[in-house]
Nanobody, 125 residues
């Protein structure tokens, strides 16, 4: 079992930055590819970014490329999402997720074994 706890969300203005953190506990963190998803009210949960077990490979959804950066520190058992140039459409609950599988279909929610409880990000215009 892996427990994931997100933090760092909040209310910001358009153009501001936030850094989300997701701290893991339980099984060996470095065995898991990690990802961030988000879910806005009335919408399905969508992929934002993912990172390989050793941090060497990252994946991004097109709408965050150039603005968001995913990273991980396996020594601190934490994955981060640096969000710059935030837009009102980035408003959502952001979830951290962990997968023990391969990189195939890494953008799909079904890929992930463990989820955090989510952290709210609200961007005002």
């Amino acid at each position: 079992q892996v427990q994931l706890v997100e933090s760092g969300g909040g209310l910001v203005q358009a153009g501001d930055s936030l850094r989300l953190s997701c701290e893991a506990s339980g099984r060996t963190f470095s065995n898991y590819a990690m990802a961030w998803f988000r879910q806005a009210p009335g919408k399905e949960r969508e992929f934002v970014a993912a990172i390989s077990r050793n941090g060497a490979i990252t994946y991004y959804q097109d709408f965050v490329k150039g603005r968001f950066t995913i990273s991980r520190d396996n020594a601190k058992i934490t994955v981060y999402l640096q969000m710059n140039s935030l837009k009102p459409e980035d408003t959502a609950v952001y979830y951290c997720a962990g997968s023990s599988g391969t990189a195939a279909n890494i953008r799909l929610t079904e890929k992930y074994d463990y989820w955090g409880q989510g952290t709210q990000v609200t961007v005002s215009s």
